[in-house]
């Protein structure tokens, strides 16, 4: 349901019998898109602040194949779905059960600004499907979430770790994703502790975390902390 309609054709809604809000990113749509299938937004960063709302289902089309207009960073909201063209699997949308899946090559995001993470965690998000390649910071960084899933996401040549979570509570899934490359920015030019993929608890409250069939070769330091 790419455009939040079923193969049968039927809106998808929540609970409330409200449409659940689907949100499309391709760098090859003109600029000044409201987001809709129709008119896409052209830009990753166009999902920040108003551009999105809590709970919205990002869709992020493969587009010219390039980094181009997803090269700024983006910051996810609690309990988004951002989903990247080539992922498919079941999902719980709106607390509906839907097997999702649009056909096509993956997206590639990044964040050339330096000390940049190409995207930014919230409570509750499901990220899946997406190469994050060449950050200048973080590939996915978070401090402080409760809950997220990270699936099928590569993590090449950033600069730093690939996957960042800390003070994490609740329950943290990463699940076959695939890191290379990543935290070679080594001292006195960059941290010392810097791994492929590292989820910290908070001091406070429970971490339920699974690693599960994620791939990790030649990272500077650690491929998989917690």
């Known amino acids: 349901p790419a455009d939040g309609v079923s193969r049968r054709h039927r809106t998808l809604t929540d609970a409330n019998g409200n449409p659940v809000p689907f949100v499309h990113v391709d760098n090859t749509a003109p600029e000044g898109g409201n987001g809709t299938y129709e008119s896409r937004y052209n830009q990753l960063s166009d999902i920040n602040g108003a551009g999105t709302n809590s709970g919205d289902i990002i869709i992020l089309y493969r587009g010219d194949g390039t980094t181009n207009l997803y090269d700024q960073g983006a910051q996810l909201k609690a309990n988004q779905y951002l989903l990247g063209q080539g992922a498919f699997g079941n999902y719980t949308f709106a607390q509906t059960p839907v ?6 090559g993956r997206p590639t995001i990044t964040n050339v600004n330096f000390g940049g993470d190409a995207l930014t965690l919230a409570s509750g998000v499901t990220v ?3 190469d994050v390649i060449g950050a200048r910071r973080n590939g996915f960084f978070a ?3 409760d809950s997220a899933t990270i699936r099928n996401v590569n993590f090449r ?7 960042l979570i800390l003070n994490a509570t609740g329950t943290v899934l990463v699940e ?8 070679f920015r080594m001292p006195p030019h ?8 590292d989820v ?5 409250g429970n971490l339920d975390l699974t690693y599960r069939n994620n791939f ?4 500077f330091g650690n491929g998989l902390e917690a």
């Open 128 to 130: 899946d499907g997406i």
């Open 190 to 197: 960059g941290p010392t502790d810097v791994d492929c993929m």
């Open 200 to 204: 910290k608890s908070a001091t406070t």
């Open 176 to 183: 076959g994703n695939a890191c290379t490359g990543n935290g």
């Open 157 to 163: 040549d950033n600069l730093n770790d690939g996957l």
């Open 143 to 145: 401090d402080g979430i």
């Open 216 to 219: 990790v070769d030649n990272n």
């Open 99 to 104: 097997w999702f899946s649009l056909p096509g």
